[in-house]
């Protein structure tokens, strides 16, 4: 394992710190990598490549032991013996710890969701393949290992699984065919260049079992679960206020963060509406963004309509000084795997911190399948216009998710490292968008990515494909709340159709992307965490500001923030501001 710095620390009587440093060190090893080998795939520490979760009940009732005993160890150590920075990091160890617990013994996904054992073993060969982290015939002969073992995640599905949410069942099935197709032709070619006949032999033999156990699955999840998934995905008011509070250490009562959802969603409706009346006063709202969705790159053209945002970017980041790039290596752009598209438009994965071998990091578009209607494709690319197309490049690569994780050397601690917050990882990607735009980016008369000067015509679209974007979070914002507590429903209930349908109406969207994002939310319970980060990282910096005046730096602000790590915007603040004034 490669060596971790530490910050200073002050030694206490009781070896506090060396306590914790010792017992976090044995918790990751023992308990989250043993029980997340895939993880510790993508982490990079390769002693697990030959490791598969085992999804039995039998190992989720030792993985929850293992859990309390690991959470009731550092419950013990007093954080007042440690400097805030290793007391913070305790924290954020047993908020995650807590989060795992609620989600194994409370939500119990293990025993709801289908496409848990589906897509997940296909995660666990995929890490396996995307990077050339070791030869190839070392990787092939891991993948042969976990192949060996994925038969029997499928019986362990069928013993697990009751009474699921039919929509799940649903996304599961949908699912279904694209994981068989990736093991039939995207495996075999990944591992094309292996010469170990032997390997080469079994592989052949494991992949057709998958192949097989896949296809089976299919059909029992057709034939026999979906007629019984008749289970409710909801997680109801007190879990969904638990998971807020260990994922993302925010308590916010349910009802004030519903208003800030919705005030900031029409905030944004107001925004976008003045825009496209200056664009057009001829046309209504809808009908602007309705043009605004025919303005897109033919779909063989997005990898490269994405690709021409880069440089412009980067050049106007180092001369506006937004923040400190650490390299200038770009991400590399593809499409998304097969068991991402049913819910992810675009998405960035990057190598993990300990990853010394492979340092690629993959900037993930999802493409129209082959077997698409037109007006399916024209819905699907509506959500890749003028405009959206530079918000994404700014969420996922410029100065969003890449250059994160371009700093993740400098993160302070193994934990820092290791467990990363939404609200702080999704939230700063967020706010990139808007804070580019509103720093100069895209303004007319400055250079756009095809090189050539902006109007305002293009400045209006990308400003309103920017608003469209935040549109879509704040959407999810309030669906998340919605759909999983039926906050401010006098029935008491939220329905996936009403939700489906705020996503176009409100939220701006494509009736398509409507669908996924309503489909994503039942699982992605907390996905409010864009917006919710966006506007924590907003408030940080305008309390900054006001604290230091004149010395207000944009891009020391940037940097210090990312220095600490993807920990909560709470511990940030504390750490930042010296007090513990609101997130919000």
């Known amino acids: 394992m490669a060596p971790v710095t530490v910050p200073a620390q002050h030694l206490s ?54 859990l309390h005993a690991y959470e009731k160890k550092i419950e013990a150590i007093d954080p007042s013996a440690l400097d805030a920075s290793v007391a913070a990091d305790r924290e954020i160890l047993l ?20 496409d848990n054992y589906s897509s997940g073993v296909t995660n666990s060969i995929f890490v396996l393949m995307e990077r050339p982290f070791a030869p190839a015939n070392t990787r092939l002969r891991a993948a042969v290992a976990r192949e060996k073992l994925i038969p029997q995640v499928f019986l362990e599905a069928r013993r697990n699984l009751k009474n699921p949410p039919r929509i799940f069942t ?18 075999p070619s990944a591992f094309a260049d292996a010469t170990d006949p032997e ?5 052949a033999k494991s ?66 509406n003045r825009i ?56 590399t752009l593809e499409e998304t795997p097969p068991f991402m598209r049913a819910t992810t438009q675009a998405s960035m994965d990057p190598p993990g911190p300990y990853e010394t071998h492979s340092t690629k990091a993959y900037f993930n578009v999802t ?97 309103l494909g920017q608003l469209q974007d935040a549109l879509l979070r704040d959407a999810r914002f309030v669906n998340s709340i919605k759909l999983h507590t039926a906050q401010g429903e006098p029935s008491g209930t939220w329905t996936t159709d009403q939700a489906a349908a705020f996503f176009v109406h409100e939220g701006y969207q494509s009736p398509a992307v409507g669908l996924m994002e309503t489909k994503r939310g039942t699982a992605d319970a907390t996905y409010l965490y864009y917006t919710l980060g966006k506007l924590e990282i907003m408030k940080l910096r305008e309390d900054l500001k006001a604290k230091q005046g004149a010395a207000f730096n944009l891009q020391q602000f940037h940097d210090d923030f990312m220095r600490q790590g993807p920990a909560p915007i709470k511990i940030i603040r504390k750490a930042m501001l010296h007090n513990d004034s609101p997130v919000l």
Not at 399 to 412: K, R, S, T, V
């Open 13 to 66: 009587a009781d070896g506090a710190p060396q306590t914790f440093r010792f017992l976090s060190d044995q918790y990751f090893s023992e308990v989250f990598f043993k029980y997340s080998p895939t993880a510790g795939t993508q982490t990079g520490l390769h002693q697990y490549d030959t490791q598969l979760e085992d999804y039995s009940a039998a190992t989720v009732q030792h993985q929850a032991a293992d």
């Open 95 to 114: 908020n995650s710890i807590r989060s795992q617990l609620l989600s194994l013994e409370v939500v119990r996904n293990w025993e709801k969701n289908p």
């Open 170 to 187: 649903e996304i599961a099935l949908e699912q279904i065919d694209g994981l068989v197709s990736f093991f039939q032709t995207d495996v």
């Open 199 to 203: 390997a080469k032999a079994a592989f």
């Open 207 to 272: 992949n057709a079992a998958v192949i097989q156990s896949l296809k089976d699955y299919g059909v029992w999840l057709k034939a026999d679960l979906l007629p019984r998934s008749n289970g409710d995905f909801r997680l109801g008011s007190d879990t969904f206020r638990k998971k807020l509070l260990y994922d993302e250490m925010v308590d916010i009562p349910l009802d004030r963060l519903l208003q800030i959802a919705l005030d900031d969603l029409h905030h944004n409706q107001s925004e976008f």
């Open 276 to 331: 496209a009346h200056e664009l057009d006063p001829t046309k209504t709202p809808q009908q602007v963004l309705a043009e605004l969705a025919t303005i897109h790159p033919a779909p063989d053209q997005l990898l490269p309509a994405f690709h021409q945002t880069f440089a412009s970017l980067v050049d106007f980041i180092n001369t506006h000084h937004i923040i400190t790039i650490p390299s200038r290596v770009e991400p």
């Open 367 to 463: 493409l129209p399948e082959k077997d698409w209607t037109p007006e399916h494709i024209a819905e699907h690319m509506a959500a890749f216009n003028a405009g959206t197309i530079i918000s994404t490049s700014v969420h996922e690569a410029y100065p969003g998710h890449y250059i994160q994780f371009l700093w993740q050397d400098q993160f302070p601690s193994k934990v820092r490292k290791l467990i990363g917050t939404n609200t702080n990882i999704e939230g700063w990607a967020h706010y990139c968008e808007q804070m580019m735009l509103d720093q100069g980016y895209g303004a007319p008369g400055t250079t756009g990515p095809d090189g050539k000067l902006i109007d305002q015509r293009e400045a209006k679209l990308i400003r």
